[in-house]
């Protein structure tokens, strides 16, 4: 793992929640990304740092959006 996987894995993030046009569960966007767990967590991390998701905390999981 290293930055440039990073930010490999946040482009797929972005580009599923871009081409979804809403929000989508941390399980639905590792579904449609095929990320591992761990991936997606750095993906998400990497993408709210550059201050590009909106996150919403629901019942089961939480839901991302973009900005």
Known sequence: MNTENIGTWAGLVWNALNDAKKALTTKELRKVSKLKVNEMHCALGWLAKE????????????????R
């Open 51 to 66: 201050g590009k998701l909106n996150f919403k905390e629901g019942k089961d999981d939480i839901e991302v959006s973009l």
